[in-house]
């Protein structure tokens, strides 16, 4: 079910239950400000969910609200993890969904990184 991306933070959502350690994940890796993870129904052979350890529900609430060093640790772990993961020679793909039109399902900003085979068009033409 999608949700809206604005409002409060929602701390029983199941991302914040996961950084809390109530709810497992399978980790890849984790730095201050960021933790990725394995999406639960992936969508391509490689999907992965980043998502800041702050208390953020969607993007324009982390860039405007998160610390210089919450930003930079958060980016810098979506670069560490596609070259962990090995994607760069490949290619891969970011996404991050706000609001209820582009389909977020948690209100927890995150990113998905996708790879592992050719992801097609970016979006179905309508």
Do not use: W
């Amino acid at each position: 079910m999608a949700v809206s991306g604005r409002g409060p933070y929602d701390p029983q959502n199941i991302f914040a239950k996961i950084l809390r350690g109530e709810i497992p994940c399978r980790k890849i890796y984790e730095n201050d400000h960021a933790l990725a993870f394995h999406d639960i129904a992936p969508k391509a052979p490689v999907h992965v969910l980043i998502i800041p350890k702050g208390a953020y529900v969607s993007f324009a609430d982390f860039s405007s609200t998160a610390s210089d060093a919450e930003i930079a640790g958060f980016t810098r772990a979506v670069g560490q993890v596609a070259s962990l993961l090995g994607l760069e020679d490949a290619g891969y793909r970011l996404l991050s969904n706000m609001g209820v039109a582009a389909g977020q399902e948690v209100p927890h900003f995150h990113i998905h990184l996708f790879g592992g085979a050719a992801l097609g068009p970016m979006l179905h033409r309508h």
